[in-house]
């Protein structure tokens, strides 16, 4: 359900969900027989040719959104290319899936060479920590499109996986443990309220509040953390790959919106929002826009940016496999409706 604040912000999220369940509908007749799973997933999988269905190819695509409005007025980009990356990459791997390759578009209103070497930067460099390939992009001009000085970013990441490792939440069971992974922040969701926000308040980004360590523009510039270093050891390793049911990239519309969308029927998941550490700019936000607890964990990712629900037995194997720290027990998995019930 679309948050009323979120709304107000100009973001229509029931909109979007019934688009998308129409989409699925609508693409069945340009459905391969290759097709895994398609319209509606973090992830579109597909049948490599030549492997007789052993192995998926998987592919996504996802943008970084009106945090761009912030970089536009900091005149600072090179942190939104690691946005780009990150978004597509998290999204693909919590199919168990490793990151092949990326390709970006850039869409200018006036070609501005030092900007795009900024953002190419950022791209590079989120290549780099998720371990794939910058194969190709496009740049395109629009001078009637965009104004001068701002820009469109998307990306594109396709991966590989073997289908006996696919990670899909099937074997997700009532007592299994539900892990959190820090996020770095407010990620690249949600922006359009935080601008909302900022502009009612009359906060500026120069400034420094307390308890935050830099300006308010360098927090909400702060770059999507990028979650496949922390997850491969555990992907690549038979006993995790066995332990880790379901894994969920906490996005747009938080973990209510996001965890349901990797259980199956009959399962829900029952959520300590005091099992983990805030970082401060969320309770900036909701002083700020007076803003109520439920409405921020219905936008905002709140501390965790990706989640991982795993065999009980195997939860302290798990913890320490994923490095320990910033990592939390948040929660299980119990009977219910596909949804989550906070403690």
Known sequence: MTSRLYARAGVDQDAVDGFVEWLAQATRPVRRSGVVAGVGGFAGLYELPGTRGRTLLVGCTD?????????????????????????NVNDLITTGARPLFFLDYLAV???????????????????????????????????????????????FAVGVVDRAHVIDGSRVRP?????GLASSGVHSNGYSLVRKVL????????????????????????????YERTLRPVLDSPRGRKAVKALAHVTGS??????????????????????WPRPPIFALIAEWGRIGEDEMFDVF????????VVERREEANAVRALGRRGVYRIGEIVEGRREVLWA
């Open 199 to 226: 502009a009612e308040s009359g906060r500026r980004l120069g400034e420094r509040p307390a308890p935050l360590r830099g300006t308010l523009g360098e927090e909400l510039l702060r770059p999507t953390r990028i």
């Open 109 to 155: 209103g006036k070609f501005d060479p030092g900007v795009a070497k900024e953002v190419l930067e950022g791209v590079i460099a989120g290549c780099r920590e998720s371990g794939c390939a910058l194969l190709g992009g496009e740049t395109a001009q629009l001078p009637d499109f965009y104004a001068p000085g701002e820009y469109d970013l998307a990306g």
């Open 63 to 87: 943008g970084v959104g009106t945090k761009l409005k912030l970089a536009f007025e900091l005149g600072r980009h090179d942190t939104v290319g690691i946005d780009l990356v990150a978004m």
């Open 254 to 275: 938080g973990i209510p919106g996001n965890l349901p969308r990797v259980l199956p029927e009959g399962v829900s998941a029952r959520i300590d929002r005091r099992a």
């Open 301 to 308: 990712n709140m501390g965790v940016g990706m989640i991982a």
């Open 175 to 179: 007592g299994d443990s539900i892990l």
